[in-house]
C-alpha cells in the first residue's frame, strides 16, 4: 500500500499544552516562519526561514527535513538544542525517539521502513532562542555551518547544537557544561566577559568534526562554527 503523506490531514496541525509544542511532521516551514509557532519557538522560525525560497518553504515540511536527515537539515539543530522527541507510529504499534537518538548519520535516522514521523514534541522554554547559519551566498543556500544556541533560565543551561559539521548534528556538551561553570545561566546579561564569549566559540569549535567538500573546508567549518557559536551567546547576553 502506498500512503500520500501530504494529503494526511492529521498530519499537518500542530497544538500546545502546558509544557510541550507538538508539530505534525506535515507542518510546512512557511507556517512555522511566522505566527504563532514563531513566537513559542522563535529559533525554529528563524531556521524555517533561511530554508531555500518561499516556494520550497510553502510545500517542504518538517517531517521531510527530518526525514532527509541531512547534516545540513535546517531544523535540525533547533531540534537538538530543544532537546525535542520524534514521534513515529506504524501499522502496529507507536513509539517516540528522542531526537538525539534518532538522528544516526549522514542521511541516516532511526526510522523503521514500516514507520512513519507523525510529530515532533518540543518542550515550552522562555530564554532567548536563536539560529544562525553561514553560506555561500544569502538566500537559497545549503549551510556550510550552523547553529542554534537556547537559553533555559529556569534549568540555568545553554544548550548549543551544530549543523554541517558533522556527519550528522553535534551537541556542543563540552562546551554547554564549561559554560555553566563560567557564567550565570540564570541569568545572562551584558556583563558576561568577552574573553568568556571567546573562549566558548573555542571551545565549541574544538567539538565539530567538519570535512572538506565541494561546499566549503574543513579548516573553514571549524572557523565559522566558532564565530557563530560567539555571535549566539552574545545575542542571550543582550
Ligand atoms: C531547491 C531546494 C532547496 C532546498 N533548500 C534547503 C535548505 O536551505 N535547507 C534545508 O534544510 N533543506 C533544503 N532543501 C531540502 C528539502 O526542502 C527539505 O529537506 C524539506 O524539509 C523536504 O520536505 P518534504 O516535505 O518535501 O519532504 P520529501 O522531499 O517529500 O521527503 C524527504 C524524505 O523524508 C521522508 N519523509 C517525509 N515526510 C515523512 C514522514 N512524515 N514520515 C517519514 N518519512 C518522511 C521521505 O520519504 C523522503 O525520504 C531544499 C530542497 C530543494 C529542492
Not at 48 to 72: D, E, F, H, K, M
Not at 153 to 166: C, E, K, N, Q, T
Request: with cysteine; net charge positive; hydrophobic share 40%.
Amino acid at each position: 500500500m502506498i500512503i500520500a503523506l501530504r494529503h494526511v490531514k492529521e498530519l499537518t496541525t500542530w497544538s500546545v499544552n502546558e509544557t510541550h509544542i507538538r508539530i505534525g511532521s506535515g507542518v510546512p516551514y512557511a507556517a512555522i516562519e511566522k505566527g504563532d509557532i514563531a513566537v513559542l519557538l522563535p529559533a525554529l522560525a528563524q531556521a524555517s526561514r533561511t530554508v531555500g525560497s518561499p516556494q520550497i518553504r510553502a510545500v517542504g515540511t518538517i517531517g521531510g527535513n527530518l526525514g532527509t536527515c541531512s547534516p545540513a537539515g535546517d531544523t535540525l539543530p533547533v531540534l537538538s538544542a530543544l532537546d525535542a522527541t520524534v514521534h513515529l507510529q506504524s501499522q502496529n504499534s507507536q513509539r517516540e525517539v528522542s531526537i538525539h537518538d534518532f538522528m544516526l548519520g549522514v542521511k541516516r535516522n532511526a526510522r523503521a521502513v514500516n514507520e512513519i514521523i507523525t510529530d515532533i514534541s518540543i518542550p515550552i522554554a522562555n530564554g532567548y532562542q536563536g539560529y544562525s547559519k553561514v553560506g555561500v551566498r544569502n538566500a537559497m543556500v545549503i549551510s556550510v555551518a550552523s547553529a542554534c544556541l537556547a537559553h533555559n533560565p529556569s534549568s540555568r543551561s545553554v544548550h548549543i547544537a551544530l549543523g554541517a559539521v558533522g556527519p550528522t548534528i553535534i551537541r556542543a556538551r563540552e562546551a554547554e557544561a564549561w559554560l555553566s561553570s563560567h557564567a550565570n545561566l540564570a541569568q545572562l546579561d551584558a556583563n558576561t566577559d568577552d574573553s568568556t564569549i571567546h573562549e566558548f566559540g573555542r571551545r565549541v569549535a574544538l567539538e565539530a568534526r567538519p570535512i572538506t567538500d565541494h561546499r566549503s573546508t574543513a579548516d573553514y567549518r571549524k572557523h565559522a562554527i566558532g564565530v557563530l557559536a560567539q555571535r549566539l551567546l552574545k545575542r542571550a547576553c543582550q
